[in-house]
């Protein structure tokens, strides 16, 4: 049995989700595992994640994974490289899963490996280097040097699901990793263009009071839609406003230096416009320089109202934590447990006994939770919640 | 010229207010000043000013005050005792104060003063100990320990403005202050009850969206309305809840420890009902023991969210902070520049070179301004605030 990995984040899920995960068993055999590694309440655009985690979980089970662990949050609100780094080093410590199966816009590996190798290779880093002192963005700077080594085959770069492909092949090459890639063709439209098979539209439909139901996989729209009777969700970042504002007006200095991305000035540009600005927008409009995307400075942002700080994804992931467990995920968790190099949390108890760098991961998930939640119904906005939640479990 | 120093938070002024005033000149002189020692964006019963403090230093003035100075937040957010402490030792600080004037219900200085006596006296002391004992509150402990030593008298501890006036004679002797006391008889209603001169009536009123300006002297409820239209307030600690959690379920349990009024597990049952609860009243409503009264609790949450720590009310505050000058202010002022014994600050600017403790309180208080100012409509909630104003002036 092939135990295929995929990281995600399922905010929301939607049907080009649920191909990705068909194709990738007709690609590696029907009998194929699906383990997803998925981002926990808040996401790499740096934004709250419309349902909670366990919801998202649940609902990627109703679409095909057999088992989903959570990506610790200091991966989750980083960089591709890092969110990579992070999803392929929780695959590694689990030790049982043969491939990686990731979608792209090219559906070829060939052109992925090309400029991966490319990326890292002196030459261009050196041209890279010249770009950067242009003032260009930093995507940018890497795109223009590859293309200067490699010609046409940096094309692939110019698109989202390829470039973090990229990312996920760099992070298996520098982990030393034994799984094998595969990628899929991703169907449809990119990230933020409209259509079914784009979960910010579906987000938007969300936002707007539109019908989002039937761009949404029917067993997982039962999830989410009991989420919503719950009081628990769709969630937006807007709603966690205030809390975050709150948050970011009490910080000290030496909290903007510890932030990731802290560099070339642009803590100090973010301090200076949380002491000024009314509303995250506005302070994320006066900390942007063209050099850096307005995800990477959402991104610090809830990472200075979170505590993430810039150390706590330098090294692979403490303990891989289960959020739902599916079909065959008590067989991949029962080879986990022989092959796992860190301890498989399930009852998030256990973390106590861990201790260390274990417990400091945990109580950062606890009190993102404990923000998260403030965005719920005031009857389900009770705090403590992540120290209640075991996996999903939906073998059916 | 006598100058009558008068401790307040005219949360909002009132005619009961006003009339404290004229009955203050009346006793001693049409031609006394009237300095007021008011509390800032945060009140002593732990909750949000209705208005922001430079709004209700400058009401103050139309309704008679000369100049206002800013009861420091430590003393605000803090026991009778405290806040009483806080206020005289601004008083003693100037240097200029010739009299402290007081509301009461009694109107009698003579057991106000027995009574402030007897509390300290060893016999007291021993006989509240004893009580306490029972598990009883402080407050009635006190109260059944003077009435066994002074008999009848003891019944002036009933009501809330004889004890604070208690509390203002026992700072005046604990500090050794050459100010004299003199006490209004307090028109009307209690703090509490309904009526044209309780300012919790009148905040009432406001929050249902009655109509509360017949209420309010004339020239006060022209400012009021001028920081409505502004978007300004009134405010309610209610529209601070989520900001308030956010902090609040952040902290650390070493935070809960520093607090004021950390003792006997207050701060062990705050920090476990900050963890499960909700909403800023049911966490009062966990942490409450019969001992305590709900407001220490409600200001125990608001110190915890403003960082407002054990130690910062022990000493006089380090400066005197000018809210508001009216037509006699500036002679008050240029007495206490002979007479003050700290620096009277009228430019915030003039704080940084100040250093040390006086720009760390002012910090706390440009922090607490920056949570308070969440409150208010999104184009005016710019953090920075606290930075930015100099006393109003209205000297007509």
Redesign the interface.
């Known amino acids: 049995m092939n135990i295929a990995g995929i990281i995600c984040e399922y905010n929301p899920i939607h049907r080009g989700h649920t191909h990705h995960i068909q194709e990738t068993r007709r690609l590696l055999g029907e009998d194929t595992a699906v383990l997803c590694v998925m981002s926990g309440n808040f996401v790499q655009r740096g934004q709250a994640a419309i349902f909670e985690k366990h919801a998202r979980a649940a609902a990627a089970l109703r679409c095909g994974a057999d088992l989903v662990v959570e990506l610790p949050l200091p991966y989750a609100l980083s960089s591709a490289e890092r969110f990579a780094f992070g999803g392929v080093s929780t695959l590694n410590l689990l030790g049982c899963a043969t491939h990686i199966s990731f979608g792209s816009e090219t559906g070829d590996l060939a052109p992925l490996h090309a400029v991966s190798e490319c990326v890292d290779a002196p030459e261009t880093l050196a041209r890279m280097k010249a770009e950067l002192k242009k003032g260009v963005s930093y995507p940018r700077a890497r795109a223009h040097a590859v293309y200067s080594v490699l010609g046409e085959q940096a094309g692939v770069l110019m698109t989202p699901n390829n470039t973090l492909g990229i990312e996920y092949l760099r992070a298996l090459k520098a982990t030393q990793s034994s799984i094998a890639p595969v990628t899929i063709p991703r169907k449809g439209a990119q990230h933020d263009s409209a259509g079914a098979e784009s979960a910010s539209f579906i987000r938007k439909q969300f936002q707007a009071g539109s019908d989002p139901w039937p761009l949404i996989p029917d067993g997982a729209g039962d999830i989410y839609r009991a989420e919503i009777a719950q009081g628990r969700g769709p969630v937006f970042t807007e709603a966690?406003e205030?809390?975050?504002?709150?948050?970011l007006?009490?910080l000290q200095p030496a909290a903007f230096e510890r932030l990731p991305d802290a560099s070339e000035g642009l803590e100090r540009r973010l301090m200076r416009a949380?002491?000024?600005?009314?509303?995250i927008q506005s302070i994320a409009r006066e900390t942007k320089t063209k050099r850096y995307a307005l995800s990477r400075i959402r991104r610090m942002i809830l990472c200075a109202a979170l505590?993430v700080t810039a150390d706590l994804n330098r090294l692979p992931p403490p303990y891989v934590r289960v959020l739902a467990i599916g079909r065959c995920g008590r067989e991949i968790l029962s080879r986990a447990r022989e092959t796992a190099q860190v301890p498989v949390i399930t009852k998030p108890a256990s973390v106590r006994r861990l201790g260390g760098r274990a417990l400091k991961l945990f109580e950062l998930e606890a009190?993102a939770t404990?923000?998260y939640t403030?965005a719920f119904d005031?009857?389900?906005?009770?705090?403590?919640r992540e120290w209640t939640l075991s996996p999903i479990v939906d073998t059916e």
């Open positions: 966690l205030i809390a975050i504002l709150s948050r007006r009490m949380v002491a000024l600005c009314p509303d505590g009190a404990d923000l403030l005031k009857k389900v906005r009770q705090g403590g």
